[in-house]
RNA sequence: GUACCCGUAGCUCAGUUGGAUAGAGCGUUGGACUCCGACUCCAGAGGACGGAGGUUCGAAUCCUCUCGGGUACACCA
């Protein structure tokens, strides 16, 4: 693809001596108004090198660079080179690259022959989904489309929380007030008000508790009412899970949850003695860490079982033993920062020099109206809850402003699934986001079905113009004529996204294509609204599709990156 | 107590490998639908970037201190 940055480090660099292409390319800045030029070189820094003033040096630079077709004029402003490109070449390469792109159109293959493990979503059985598991669901999902859209191999994990105590209590509870004609009836919602139910009355009881402990003994031990119980439990909450995955375009390579990893867990603690990093304490093994900072990590309680730090290591030993990763990333929340500099750092310490491939990609905490979410007490909001609203809602709108849109059911689920997602993936992963029914069922401004409905109507000018016999696919056009401000900065936007897709995927950062979105519809608004498409002027109109059709791509390829769909109609 | 993270318009957030007058959206005020889909577009008001020092030709961005909020710190995950 054509890269006017490139070019212009490469016109430059014979004349600053001392610099290389790649130094100046990485000094090339976009000024802060289009009125002062496409591309600049602030050239402050030079003037140390050059031992001249920053002022001096530019007027010279733009004195000294020869003609070049990419290049509409130089200026030099108090400091600053400031490069205009020759709007028409710049247009005619970036819409050539798009329209011969396609759905390829900022895809790399960067990562060919490497293997990404991403862990993502790890609901946990028998509890509900809720918003606090979304940001890690959408997050890990769209990095795992970044990567495989730059050219990775992917294997998505959803470490289920399918192992612990709580399935001692839970089995407790049901052989207490359970019936299998209620769970089958209510399913998660029958399990969960079993299991707040064993919380309140073991707080009077306690014997309940030493009644799950056993129940989760004779689990861990292989009894067959038991397994059979926790078998049935796990299958009910993935069934149910599953429809959440569908509403949100989400799936997985891997089911592995806590449990499987139950037997696989021996030989980590052998080889931790083995290596003599495994220290008794407080009646306890750990792996003392005092040599870096950091409290101890916990490998076995003094009773002997495992912890999830155990259950950790030994998957990730699992994973780079039969993927053979490049990395392994865990989307989990920020909350989790110790324990994964913990474990990681036992890694290393067993001597495996994939330590460093492990990262821990954390993300902000979701509270409700100040309060941390929390099942027990029923500060949650139930992520089914959510998207029935958010499809409702939509399906309002288009009952009011296109009611006899094909589909609508579908539709409606994709724009409000869509606005549930785009508004999780819309701000740095870090920050910390209080939910709000207001803030997630507004769909005016930047949202998801505000791009959703502006790459509907790209769509919907492409068939309109093939209505009236214009092949979008084969379009000639004349880039001279795409002349106006806005289509300017249309193209701008357009070229820009490779290097977002790619700034995304070296942050972990997916917010970074959301916003771009955002910025890319509001280019194409601003240039529909000010200029006429389909108009009689035969080549005015091709021109013009085209940079409609370019827009069409990009939108496209970047919902799916954030994993959105993009109806035609909405 | 110790460590890490966050603190930018009324609200939600961009911008943080230092660069030209700090940007969006929501809300608000005023405009644009006989016109390719108004979930749209245009315009206005609104901010010494928590505070104080420092480094620099230049700081929202880097350093130090400080205030406010969050999180973690041994047998939950």
Known sequence: MYNAKMEISKILAPLIPGLE?????????????????????????????LRKSPVQIAE??????????????????????????????????????????????????????KTIVIDYSYPNIAKPFHVGHLRSTSIGNSLYRLYKFSGYNCVGINH?????????????????????????????????????????EAEKDDSLNDEAREW??????????????????????????????????????????????????????????????????????????????MPPCLILKADGSTLYATRDIAAAIYRKKTYDFDKCIYV?????????????????????????DLYHVPFGTVSIGGERLATRTGNVVLLEDLLNKAIE???????????????????????????VIFSDLFSNRIKDVSFSWDEILNFDGETGPYVQYTHARTCSLLKKAEESGVN??????????????????LVKSLAEFPEKVSQAVEELEPSIITRYLVNLAQAFNRFYHN?????????????RLTLVKAAKVTLYNGLRLIGLHAPERV
């Open 472 to 489: 979008a696919e084969e379009l000639e056009f004349d880039s001279s004529l795409l002349n106006s401000k806005e289509e300017y900065q």
């Open 531 to 543: 200029h006429s498409i389909l108009l009689e002027d035969k080549e005015l109109k091709h021109a």
């Open 21 to 49: 292409p790649n130094q100046i390319y990485d000094m090339l800045e976009v000024p802060p108004n289009p009125e002062m030029g496409d591309l600049a070189l602030p050239c402050f820094k030079l003037s140390r090198i």
């Open 332 to 356: 989990t929340g920020v909350s989790q920062n110790l324990h994964f500099k913990q474990w990681f750092k036992v890694i290393e310490k067993m001597g495996y020099e994939w330590h460093k």
């Open 216 to 293: 989760f003994l004779r689990l861990e031990q292989g009894d067959e009412e038991a397994l059979e119980l926790w078998q049935w439990f796990k299958d009910i909450s993935l069934e149910e899970y599953q429809q959440v995955y569908d509403l949100l375009d989400v799936s997985f390579d891997s089911y592995h949850g806590e449990a499987f990893y139950n037997d696989k867990m021996e030989p980590v603690i052998q080889k931790l003695k083995d290596k003599n990093l495994l220290k008794e304490s407080e009646g306890a093994m750990i792996v003392d860490l005092s040599d870096e900072d």
């Open 160 to 200: 289920l929380g399918d192992w612990g105590t709580q399935f001692g209590k839970l089995i407790t509870a049901y052989k207490h007030w359970g019936s299998k004609e209620a769970v089958q009836k209510n399913l998660i919602k029958e399990l969960v008000s079993l299991y707040v139910k064993f919380h309140k």
């Open 60 to 113: 010279e630079l733009a004195a000294g660079i020869p003609a070049d077709e990419n290049i509409d004029r130089i200026e030099s402003v108090s400091g600053y080179l400031n490069f205009f490109l020759n709007q028409n070449h710049y247009i005619r390469q970036v819409l050539c690259h798009i329209m011969e792109s396609g759905q390829a159109y900022g895809s790399s293959d960067i990562g060919k022959g």
């Open 393 to 419: 809602k939509t399906l309002e709108i288009i009952d009011a402003k296109n009611p006899h849109l094909e589909n609508k059911h579908e539709i409606a689920k994709q724009m409000g699934g869509g606005a």
